[in-house]
């Protein structure tokens, strides 16, 4: 029996250790909100076959990623964390979902559009179409009342809310009741933190990204190639700090700082090396604990597995009562 908290359902690919941007960008939040909410991770290995089918490290990534995720501060016993293909439920609404929604209204997706670019029509397959209509299963299966989103993830949760209203509407149950909730989205309002390269977003197919993981030795070395205002070459330079990633980083990780780095890069007093090493050590401050922690849990990791199957069981007992629910309603099954 689910309390009466609302419900949020929010995941990641497997992609191994994580990044500070995720930390800054997602599990931040997550940890916030799992207080409130009844929330649940969803670890989302079957997404990851959109763009990538070695399947040789999706073990070793998802417990990683679990790793960073528990030593974040993500309760696994407050909100469980699951591997999506263990359960099967997701796979099975995916299929019932895929026939209450058109193509065209897929293409319209400007979230595909943004993924497909620059490929090759003919490199496109139908799970780059179905990615949402995936997610709206993943969502809808514990049914979810809130997404958890950033502005550009807001259509999914359209697409969610647009396939939830039609399934309620021809598949009421014999009681009359709907079986799912209309999802909001939780629009976030933290930015996302840009890559070392200055690149919008820090991914690890960028190669421009601090791992949580990271120790300050590691970061003050990534940190070194870190992108500045290309004009300001040497101390005594002039600099204008609103064009320099480093400088977003101090307004996260430094904010106490941020007035007199702004005053030193903008008079010149400050030099760009001086400034890198700073915020590096102020990064790895930041997530000492979280490493110290994590620096634990990786040495039990049969520990997480059991973390995850006992995940796994609970998200299961939820899903399968969902499935139930829509096989009677239905009348299938
Ligand atoms: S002094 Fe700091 S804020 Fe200014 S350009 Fe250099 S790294 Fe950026």
Redesign the pocket.
């Known amino acids: 029996m689910q309390d009466s908290k609302k419900i949020i359902l929010s995941g990641m690919r497997p992609t191994g250790k994580l990044h500070i941007g995720h930390y800054v960008g997602a599990l931040e939040n997550w940890v916030t909100l799992q207080n409130d909410y009844q929330n649940y991770h969803l670890i989302a290995d079957y997404h990851t076959l959109t763009t990538n089918l070695d399947t040789s490290n999706i073990f070793d990534d998802s417990i990683d990623m679990a790793i960073d995720w528990i030593a974040s501060g993500i309760d696994p016993v407050k909100s469980p964390i699951f591997r999506q293909s263990k359960i099967k439920e997701h796979t099975e609404l995916f299929l019932i979902f895929s026939m209450l929604i058109t193509k065209a209204r897929l293409e319209r997706n400007p979230t595909l559009k943004e993924q497909i670019k620059d490929m090759n029509i003919s490199s496109i397959i139908y799970g780059h179409l179905g990615y949402p209509v995936l997610q709206a299963a993943d969502i809808l299966l514990y049914k979810g009342n809130m997404v958890p989103v950033g502005e550009d993830q807001v259509p999914h949760v359209e697409i969610t809310r647009q396939i939830a209203g039609v399934f309620n509407e021809k598949f009421p149950m014999p009681d009359g009741r709907q079986i799912f909730p209309i999802p909001e989205p939780k629009i976030t309002k933290f930015a996302r933190l840009p890559g070392l390269d200055g690149k919008a977003k820090m991914s690890k197919s960028l190669d421009n990204t601090i791992l949580i993981s990271d120790n300050e030795e590691i970061i003050k070395a990534k940190m070194k190639k870190a992108f500045?205002?290309p004009n300001?070459l040497r101390k005594g330079d002039k600099?204008n700090?609103d064009i320099?990633l480093?400088?977003t980083y101090?307004n996260k990780f430094n904010p106490a700082e941020v007035p007199e780095?702004r005053k030193?890069?903008s008079e010149g007093t400050?030099?760009?090396f001086d400034?890198?090493m700073n915020i590096s050590k102020k990064i790895s401050d930041y997530f000492a604990p979280i490493r110290e922690k994590r620096e634990i849990l990786e040495n039990n990791k049969n520990n997480i597995l059991d973390i995850l199957i006992d995940g796994e069981n609970r998200a299961r007992t939820i899903a399968r009562q969902t499935m139930s629910e829509v096989r009677e309603a239905m009348k299938i099954g």
Request: proline share 6%; with cysteine; charged share 20%.
């Open positions: 500045t205002d300001k600099g700090p320099c480093v400088y101090h780095v030193g890069c400050l030099g760009c400034c890198k």
